[in-house]
């Protein structure tokens, strides 16, 4: 069964230091694998995807993410944090062998201080 | 362009009445999701339309629950006989197409309160 797993349900860092959110994931088949952000009162927004090729991968607002097939983890990434980075980040999965909806985590509350 | 966008963005019924939660995907987009978000469970696939293809509605929590798409586009989820448990955000996104690369968008979603 796919699975998604988000181990920490908050993450704080201080304005300018690097932030890292991680996601391991669980597929059967091969993974295609997804960030979002949800800020307060608004839908999830697309920040960046691993479909093949380069195991790291750049998106919105200055993240990446690097694959790991051998740790099966898909971690955010960030060099240097916004305090208006601040909102919930979900990691999500597609199975590429079965399935057709996103398989959610369960979400990390980042916290970026001033 | 315009993005997806769902009606009403708040709805508060009561247990035991039925409730129709309305999305419109981005023009152009052939399938359409629905997900349910509860506080605490992260965000749960509901069920899944592609074109005129019928719907995977394997994430459909109970019988109550069922939804349906007009004309490739519009799609309006029901709940039938609200329990406090159906209490959430309802999550519309629609894509593309079918195939893995193409990623989601998402609507402001409708939040549930079941009194």
């Known amino acids: 069964a796919q699975s998604v797993a988000q181990p920490e349900d908050q993450v704080n860092v201080a304005e300018g230091n690097p932030l890292t959110v991680k996601c391991t994931y669980s597929v059967s088949g091969n993974p295609y694998l997804f960030w979002y952000v949800q800020y307060p009162n608004r839908g999830l927004q697309f920040l960046l995807k691993y479909i093949t090729g380069d195991n790291l991968v750049k998106g919105s607002y200055g993240f990446e993410a690097e694959f790991n097939k051998s740790q099966t983890s898909f971690h955010l990434k960030k060099p240097s944090a916004l305090v208006s980075d601040s909102a919930l980040y979900f990691c999500?999965?597609?199975?590429?062998?079965?399935?057709?909806?996103?398989?959610f985590g369960k979400g990390t509350t980042l916290s970026v201080s001033s | 362009g315009a993005g997806v966008s769902q009606s009403p963005s708040n709805k508060v019924t009561e247990k035991g009445k039925d409730v129709e939660l309305r999305c419109d995907p981005i023009s152009g987009h052939t399938a359409l999701y629905w997900y349910r978000q509860s506080l605490g469970q992260g965000l749960e696939f509901l069920i899944y339309?592609?074109?005129?293809?019928?719907?995977?509605k394997s994430g459909l929590p109970s019988d109550r629950f069922s939804a349906e798409r007009t004309g490739g586009s519009v799609s309006t989820l029901t709940i039938q006989r609200t329990q406090q448990e159906d209490s959430a955000v309802y999550l519309c996104?629609?894509?593309?197409?079918?195939?893995?690369?193409?990623?989601?968008?998402f609507g402001p979603g409708t939040r549930l309160t079941v009194t």
């Open positions: 339309f592609q074109g005129n293809s019928a719907p995977d």
């Open positions: 999500a999965v597609r199975d590429g062998q079965a399935g057709t909806a996103l398989i």
């Open positions: 996104a629609s894509s593309l197409g079918q195939g893995t690369v193409y990623e989601q968008y």
